[in-house]
Every structure is written in structure tokens, then in C-alpha cells.
């Protein structure tokens, strides 16, 4: 979506005067030990560079930049934005799927829960995971309609038949789909969002290729993969997030939209704070282990985190999670990524992780803090330990 230039100016204006704080990592969060860019073996130079830059504006708005090294925060600075008086000039209706809203975006009600969006569908893989890992579905190779038998879906079509769990992890459902197009009328994300059985409206859509052969990115099949995972689990994909992961991972707080028929939103629903985020992954940084528990298979972060679709022989898709750089299928930086500057980024050679939130949905920023890592931290980088 891009604004007036006058919604542009205004946007940057506000991110030049935000407010920053830079968080007491001993008091915020008690699992992450504190550090500093030159303990890290990092150009403190090029970290104030960066800050100095988001301070004016330069990346748009900017929520949290939060920086982990071996394990300890380097950076940890929330940029306090005005919303209110941002999206003044934009539609207020209070929905949860109207990004202009405050109490919805960025932020779940004035909570440090920020809105993930499709960060979403990557922790949405993680819990596929590890049901998969439990012997609750018995391969990615099963049958997506095999799980959802209570929904009318039009046989006719052989290759609707055919789609296979992985065809939907791997985003080559093969289901026609547009979400590129931002015209709300034409958007296929936005018409489902708008919805009353989401599940029934994906289901609905034609096919328009052989699954498994062409990469198309669908929010609707990370949606599918939710509703395989609570038929087979028989519990809602949220309550299963807090017995299998969340727990283990000590998140206690987060929010996770509901559709009209109750199902969890699992292509972009999900709120988290910025350090539970991290969380995630750290997760995936170390296998799927967390603090000597195994909770997710290493076979199923292994999947996850390489490139089962090859893009361009550097950059590729995982299982619901982006590989920005990678090299003889060698994965450098994997990455969860979401609507308006959701950034989950981790470079595991270098034991590094970036996450930024914010929310520049109205106007493209100079910069996009989806490169920072690449291309400002992992050169600055000045030890390997």
C-alpha cells in the first residue's frame, strides 16, 4: 500500500521525533544477558550509525531494534512512535483487521505485544513440527485433504487432490492466488481476511498449476496448515503453542487473533513481545533445543531453515521461513519477515540474530531494515568467537 506523499512526510516526521529508550537488559528480561558491540566483537561505530539512522527516520517507523550475539543482547532500543496521531488521517474502524487502528497495529492494545504478522506462518511451522515429530501427522507427503474431510471441496480437479502437506509448508500449493496485487477488490489475502469460513474460502479457490512445481506465495496455506495441525492434534493451534513451545520457552504473553468461525489466524494473527520473538530464534539458532530440551526435531529445523525452493542459487523458501542468503545449500541467514517491518534475521555462522519491529504499511522507508544484517552488521563484525 503507498500513501500521498503527504501521508510519507508525515510518517517520517514522526519516526525524526520518536522518542527512544534503550531497555535495562537485566530488568526487562531476565533470560538474555546484557553485553555491548565491542564485548560482541562488533564496530560499536557502525551500531551507532544505524541507531542514529532509525532515530531519523531514515528506516520509517521503527518500533524495537534488538540485537543478539552468543547468546547476549548487544542493542536493545524501543523507539516510542505516536500512532495516535499518525493513522488519525486514515480509517479508524475498530477491527482487528484494520491496520490503520491503534488499539489492533502495531501493538495489541497497548501492550508490548506487536503484531508479527506472517512471522506468523514461520512459528506456525515450528508447531507443524513438531507434530510431525510426535507421529501426529505421519509426513509432510499426507494428503492436505485428508485432514480437512468436514469442508466441501471440488474433486474434479485432480490436482487439488494431490496437494501434499509439503506443497503447502513450502508455499507450490498450486491454488490460484493473488496476493501481490494491493487493490483490496482483487487481493486474495484481503478477501479472505474478510471472510466469514476462511478455511472454506481457500478451499474454494481453482487451481491454477501442478503442487509442488511453481512457488506462490498464499497466506491461505499457511491458514491450512493451522486447521491440519488442530485436526490432527485435536486441540485449537494456539493452546498447542502453549503446551509445546511457548512453555518450554517461557513466553507467558501473547495474543493470537481468532477468524469468524474461531479458527486461529496462523497466516499473520500472532502478537509477541520483541525478546519472545527472540526467543523463536534463538530456537531455531540452536536446532531446536531450548535450554537442554529438544522441542523441535534438529531433522525438522534442518528442513525448515534450507532451501526447499530455489529462488536464484543465493536466496530461497524454507518451511514457511525465508533463506535471504545462503550458498552450496549451506543456509547464511534465515529469516522470518512480516507486513509492515516484522524482521526476525539470523546469521548462524555468526551466532547473530536482529529483530526489528515496526510499522511502515502507508509510505516505503529510505532504507529497509531487512538488509541491516547483511549488510551493516555482519560486516562490522570483527571477531568470530
Not at 55 to 84: A, M, P, S, W
Not at 259 to 281: F, M, N, R, W
Amino acid at each position: 500500500m503507498v500513501a500521498s506523499i503527504l501521508g510519507a512526510c508525515l510518517i517520517l516526521l514522526m519516526a525524526c521525533s520518536s522518542e527512544v529508550d534503550q531497555f535495562d537488559n537485566n530488568t526487562q528480561n531476565s533470560f538474555w544477558e546484557a553485553s555491548d558491540a565491542k564485548s560482541a566483537g562488533i564496530d560499536p561505530k557502525v551500531i551507532d550509525s544505524i541507531h542514529q539512522e532509525i532515530t531519523e527516520g531514515v528506516y520509517g517507523l521503527i518500533d524495537h531494534f534488538l540485537l543478539i550475539r552468543n547468546g547476549k543482547v548487544v542493542v536493545d532500543y524501543n523507539y516510542q512512535q505516536d500512532y495516535q496521531s499518525i493513522m488519525q488521517q486514515y480509517d479508524t474502524t475498530n477491527h482487528q483487521y484494520n491496520y490503520d487502528h491503534t488499539a489492533w497495529h502495531p501493538y495489541y492494545q497497548n501492550t508490548d505485544l506487536h503484531t508479527l504478522q506472517s512471522v506468523t506462518k514461520s512459528i506456525t511451522s515450528i508447531l507443524m513440527g513438531i507434530a510431525v515429530d510426535e507421529g501426529l501427522i505421519g509426513s509432510v507427503d499426507s494428503s492436505m485433504l485428508s485432514y480437512l474431510q468436514a469442508y466441501q471441496v471440488d474433486t474434479t480437479d485432480d490436482r487439488k487432490q494431490s496437494i501434499r502437506i509439503h506443497d503447502l509448508l513450502t508455499m507450490r500449493s498450486g491454488i490460484e492466488w493473488d496476493e501481490e496485487n494491493y487493490d483490496e477488490a482483487n487481493n486474495s489475502c484481503i478477501l479472505m481476511e474478510a471472510s466469514h469460513d476462511w478455511v472454506q474460502f481457500i478451499l474454494d479457490h481453482p487451481m491454477d498449476t501442478i503442487p509442488g512445481t511453481r512457488f506462490e506465495y498464499n497466506s491461505g496455506a499457511s491458514v491450512l496448515l493451522g486447521k491440519i495441525v488442530r485436526e490432527a492434534t485435536g486441540k485449537r493451534i494456539d493452546y498447542w503453542a502453549e503446551e509445546k513451545l511457548f512453555g518450554p520457552l517461557g513466553i507467558e504473553d501473547y495474543y493470537w487473533k481468532l477468524t469468524p468461525t474461531g479458527e486461529v489466524d496462523t497466516e499473520g494473527g500472532l502478537y509477541l513481545s520483541t525478546h519472545d520473538l527472540a526467543k523463536i530464534g534463538y530456537l531455531m539458532l540452536n536446532n531446536g533445543k531450548w535450554e537442554g530440551q529438544q522441542v523441535v526435531s534438529q531433522a525438522w529445523v534442518r528442513k525448515s531453515l534450507s532451501p526447499q525452493v530455489d529462488f536464484d542459487g543465493q536466496s530461497g523458501y524454507g518451511y514457511q521461513w525465508w533463506i535471504p542468503s545462503h550458498h552450496d545449500d549451506n543456509t547464511k541467514i534465515f529469516a522470518g519477515n512480516g507486513y509492515g517491518g516484522q524482521f526476525l534475521m539470523v546469521a548462524p555462522e555468526y551466532q547473530t540474530m536482529v529483530v526489528f519491529n515496526g510499522w511502515n504499511i502507508h509510505a516505503r522507508p529510505q532504507k529497509s531494515s531487512w538488509l541491516v544484517l547483511r549488510d551493516r552488521i555482519i560486516p562490522a563484525i570483527t571477531t568470530t568467537d
